[in-house]
């Protein structure tokens, strides 16, 4: 089982990334899939998650109004788009799968870093 992210890196606030995971390993369609993020010294939060069958979806407070989750079943992956940046939103962003019962799997994670 993988989950891999790419897509972080250094922006400046106002700016854009574009998160993607690459998941193996497991039967993708059948998890629910979620971005968290987790900045130095706070506990790991929510910003976004898609459900597995009706592609429902959910959104930290935080994040509202400027990322967007989606999820490509056919090619295993799940993105999470990202606007108007703050640096607040520093952080390291994990992708995370669950199936709704005992399995859970969570990637590295990757950095974002946003600031002037």
């Known amino acids: 089982v993988q989950l891999k992210e790419s897509g972080g890196g250094l922006v400046q606030p106002g700016g854009s990334l574009r998160l993607s995971c690459a998941a193996s390993?497991?039967?993708?369609?059948?998890?629910?899939m979620s971005w968290y993020r987790q900045a130095p010294g706070k506990e790991r939060e929510l910003v976004a998650g898609?459900?597995?069958?009706?592609?429902?979806?959910e959104y930290g407070d935080a994040v509202k109004g400027r990322f967007t989750i989606d999820r490509d079943n056919a090619q295993n992956m799940v993105y999470l788009e990202m606007n108007l940046l703050k640096p607040d939103d520093t952080a390291v962003y994990y992708c995370?799968?669950?199936?709704?019962?005992?399995?859970?799997?969570w990637g590295q994670g990757t950095q974002v870093t946003v600031s002037s």
């Open positions: 898609i459900r597995r069958a009706d592609g429902g979806i």
């Open positions: 390993g497991f039967v993708f369609s059948g998890y629910a």
């Open positions: 995370h799968a669950w199936n709704y019962g005992q399995l859970v799997y």
